[in-house]
């Protein structure tokens, strides 16, 4: 289990997107030996994906994953933005 930020991705330059939690725990499963550093996974909202919502609510998706993960679970799942003007 780690903790992961999760972050904003192709926000327009006079937007800014707030995302709750800003931390998700991740469960892997993986490879046995796992040989890859499991802190360089990243995780992200796309704004596009935010737009497309009716609720504000979004799945955060694995922008970077180590070579020998099978799967993942975030927990919490679903991640709420807020997007405001700069």
Do not use: Q, W
């Not at 892997?28 to 609720?55: A, I, K």
């Not at 994953?65 to 927990?75: A, R, S, T, V």
């Amino acid at each position: 289990r780690y903790d992961v930020e999760i972050s904003a991705k192709n926000v327009p330059a006079d937007k800014e997107m707030m995302i709750y939690p800003a931390h998700a725990e991740v469960v892997v499963r993986s490879v046995f030996p796992l040989v890859s550093d499991l802190s360089d996974m990243t995780f992200s909202v796309d704004y596009g994906d935010f737009v497309n919502s009716r609720s504000g609510k979004c799945i955060a998706r694995p922008d970077y994953l180590p070579e020998g993960i099978i799967e993942y679970e975030l927990k919490p799942e679903i991640f709420e933005c807020v997007l405001t003007e700069k």
